[in-house]
């Protein structure tokens, strides 16, 4: 222990290099992952926002959600025996608001449930993003495919669909616009796989986000870049180990040759990793957070302790793997051999 720190005493430069890029490096990772992820809710928080379950759409949609129709005697017949079921529509469209400009807006409407906001006739609850298009509690909004007029009676936190504001309205409303009897999706809380209905097809919550257009492409994306940075973290750690090991065959021959042990030359190492990486983390998680609060209001960013952890561990990991390959060479040093070529 007391050679690793004297070590990076007599070496700061060095390291503080290294710990400079690992730092650079891991805190582009956390901010890359908080888009991620806030890209992810901004994209398909109403999905994501409900328990884990079964989602059911017809087999002869081809997982396209849109093109799906779900028989009207199969869904009451799920709805009676599965208590917390429920069946449920999502159609893009637009609202016109009290000055006559088109809002952008994802159109929900479903049977009776718990997991989505109740609406009555005539009423419409929208996301809170609305606000700041200047939507108020209590305005009228209309829809040119619809006879009535929407009265705006709330609104909800981060339900967005498709990178769009959701907007509850009641079934028979959403019927009328759209000109169908029948929802799209059916969704049972804590179901499982083993749950077969005729003619539909099944997802879990995750299989069901990948049905969404974009969601797959974009999320793939964005973490094969984290990926990306995680494995050239680990690179660093491996070359600028080997180069200082190439450095200091002499002087771990030295050691070697009065008793110190190969394992004990690994941990010094290990501990130089540990504590490079451990201030290069705290720093990194430290600016990322202040980024979050930060960032523009617009921006989806998202990064949760959750995965901050993960990251964080999984950084750790890399540096150990990568400093650890990189001192596969102190095993193979000959004392005599090491400081008959001199110490570095």
Do not use: C
């Not at 093109?67 to 637009?94: C, P, T």
């Not at 409303?173 to 804590?190: A, D, H, K, S, V």
């Not at 983390?281 to 949760?304: C, N, R």
């Amino acid at each position: 222990m007391n050679i690793a720190w004297k070590e990076i005493k007599k070496n700061k430069v060095r390291f503080l290099i290294l710990g400079s890029i690992v730092f650079l490096v891991s805190l582009l990772t956390f901010i890359i992952s908080g888009l991620a992820n806030g890209l992810s809710q901004d994209n398909a928080a109403l999905i994501k926002d409900l328990p884990k379950g079964q989602f059911y759409m017809n087999k002869d949609a081809e997982e396209t959600y849109n093109l799906s129709r779900i028989d009207s005697d199969i869904q009451k017949e799920i709805l009676n025996k599965q208590k917390d079921a429920v069946a449920f529509s999502i159609q893009m469209g637009f609202l016109n608001d009290k000055d006559d400009k088109q809002q952008s807006v994802a159109f929900v409407a479903s049977t009776d449930s718990k997991l989505f906001e109740d609406v009555k006739d005539g009423e419409i609850i929208v996301d809170s993003s609305l606000k700041n298009k200047g939507i108020k509690v209590g305005d009228t909004l209309t829809n040119n495919q619809f006879s009535g007029e929407f009265i705006v009676k709330g609104f909800v936190d981060q339900k967005k669909y498709s990178h769009t504001p959701v907007a509850y309205i009641q079934m028979k409303n959403y019927q009328e616009m759209y000109r169908m009897t029948e929802m799209q999706l059916i969704f049972i809380p804590g179901g499982d796989s083993s749950q077969e209905f005729t003619g539909l097809q099944s997802f879990s919550n995750k299989d069901f986000l990948q049905t969404i257009p974009s969601y797959n492409a974009e999320q793939m994306s964005l973490n094969m870049i984290v990926w990306f940075l995680v494995v050239i973290s680990g690179m660093l750690f491996a070359i600028f180990f080997y180069m200082m090991n190439v450095q200091k065959i002499g002087l771990y021959g030295i050691l070697k040759a009065i008793g110190i042990k190969t394992s004990r030359l690994f941990k010094m190492m290990w501990t130089q990793m540990f504590f490079i990486t451990s201030i290069a983390l705290i720093m990194s998680i430290t600016l990322s957070q202040v980024f979050s609060m930060a960032a523009p209001e617009g921006m989806p960013f998202h990064l949760t302790f959750e995965t901050t952890a993960q990251l964080s561990v999984i950084f750790l990991m890399i540096g150990f793997i990568g400093a650890t390959l990189s001192g596969i060479q102190i095993k193979k040093i000959e004392p005599l051999q090491a400081i008959q070529q001199g110490e570095a």
